[in-house]
């Protein structure tokens, strides 16, 4: 018999530009894994670049009584995913959030959404970046990409680093209180591209690259966080659970390639659904 996992996923739903709930609800479903979700606020579209004038709905206020009717429903969860947050009092309430549903055994796995390309995503400020810091102090895995590793250790962000400086900024994220903090979108050169964790725990280091195909676009973090947060749900290793978001994330750029509108609009994913399901079958031997 398949016991079913369940996450919770806490984050916005821009309704248009595809990225954070709407990414993550079809990913994490397709991975087999039952998605109970926390929206924290209704934008129109994301607040990336290539889109101006959306509307902003911040739900901050709607979350305690969430909390409390599941609370009084003793509803549990596998694995408590965030992601993008609006305000320093919303990272107040997801931390109050870790306490309510954070069993032992529960995953918390902290996305710090904060930036891109060396800059912080609009509205977001220093005082933010620290909000953030001490949620992921209290995160089983965070998943940073490079710029946001940058701002949440306080240090320049620099395009140009080899393995012993990813291995550093691991360490040092590890030093923040984080288990096992991974890093999205490293890339050493423009053959290969990928992400590295380490496990603080094991004092081991992971990496995991394929081809770098030199093309961004929007939202294809939250595919690999949701890609990650499923896998390591399902109980697999860091290697497979880094192999298979790597590979899964390839996938949907590559399919994007040909179909490409604006680099903004988010990635064709849902051509790549199947494949997930492969790779998550084909790996669920492993687990
Ligand atoms: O993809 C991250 C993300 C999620 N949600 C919103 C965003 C962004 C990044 O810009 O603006 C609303």
Known sequence: MIMMKKIVSIQDISCFGKCSLTVALPIISAMGIETAVIPTAVLSTHTGEGFSGYTFRDLTSDI????????????????????????????????????????????????????????????????????????????????????????????P??????????????????????????????????????????DSEKDRFYFSFDKNVNQRFHGTGDIFSSVFSGACTLGMNIQKALDISVRFTLDCIEATIPNIKETWYGSCFELCLGKLIG?????????
């Open 64 to 155: 305690p009584a969430i909390a409390d009717h599941w609370k009084k429903m003793g509803l549990s969860f596998d694995a408590l995913y965030t992601g993008y947050l609006g305000s320093q009092e919303q990272v107040e309430i997801v931390s109050q959030l870790f306490n309510d549903f954070g069993k032992s055994g529960t995953f918390i796995i902290v996305d710090p959404v904060l930036g891109d390309a060396g800059k912080l995503y609009k509205g977001f400020t220093n005082d933010f970046v620290v909000k953030m810091k001490k949620l992921c102090s209290r995160s089983d895995f965070m998943l940073p990409n490079m710029t946001e590793a940058s701002f949440l250790l306080d240090i």
């Open 157 to 198: 962000y620099t395009e140009s680093y080899d393995e012993a400086y990813i291995r550093d900024i691991l360490m040092r994220l590890a030093d923040l209180g984080c288990k096992v903090p991974v890093i999205t979108g490293v890339h050493y050169d423009d053959k290969l591209q990928g992400a590295a964790a380490y």
């Open 279 to 287: 790779y998550v079958n084909k790996n669920s031997s492993c687990i």
